[in-house]
Nanobody, 130 residues
Framework: DVQLVESGGGSVQAGGSLRLSCVAS????????MGWFRQAPGKEREAVAF????????GYVDSVKGRFTVSGDNLKNSVFLQMNSLKPEDTAKYYC????????????????????????WGQGTQVTVS
C-alpha cells in the first residue's frame, strides 16, 4: 500500500508563508494527479490545489489563487504547496492525496476534485495562522 507523509506545517502570523511537502512511499501507477485538501474544525474537507502528474496543469480553489502554488516532482513521487500571504481563514489540517488510477485530469477537474477521485491520503499536517 502507498503511504503519504506530509511535512512543513506550523504556526505563522497572518501574511507569512509556509511550504508543505508530501512524499509517497512508492510510485502510484496509473494516477494522473496529486494535490492538497484541507479541513478546518467543524467544516467539510475542501479541495485546495492540484497538479497533473506531468506538471503541465494545475488547479486551485478560488480562495487561494494568487497566494498558493502547487508543484511536483514526479521522479520523487512528491508534491509541494507553497503558501504565501497566509490568512487566518487558511487555518486547517492539510492533507496530501493521490488521484485514483485511471481517472483523467479533465474528469477530476470537472468534478472539482471530489474526495472520491482520490485513492491515497496522508495523515495531515496542521497549519495555524493567527
Amino acid at each position: 500500500d502507498v503511504q503519504l507523509v506530509e511535512s512543513g506545517g506550523g504556526s505563522v502570523q497572518a501574511g507569512g508563508s509556509l511550504r508543505l511537502s508530501c512524499v509517497a512511499s512508492a510510485y502510484t501507477h496509473g494516477s494522473n494527479y496529486m494535490g492538497w485538501f484541507r479541513q478546518a474544525p467543524g467544516k467539510e474537507r475542501e479541495a485546495v490545489a492540484f497538479i497533473h502528474s506531468d506538471g503541465s496543469r494545475t488547479g486551485y480553489v478560488d480562495s487561494v489563487k494568487g497566494r498558493f502554488t502547487v508543484s511536483g516532482d514526479n521522479l520523487k513521487n512528491s508534491v509541494f504547496l507553497q503558501m504565501n500571504s497566509l490568512k487566518p481563514e487558511d487555518t486547517a489540517k492539510y492533507y496530501c492525496a493521490v488521484g485514483k488510477a485511471g481517472v483523467p485530469w479533465n474528469a477530476a477537474q470537472a468534478r472539482a476534485f471530489m474526495n472520491r477521485d482520490f485513492e491515497y491520503w496522508g495523515q495531515g499536517t496542521q497549519v495555524t495562522v493567527s
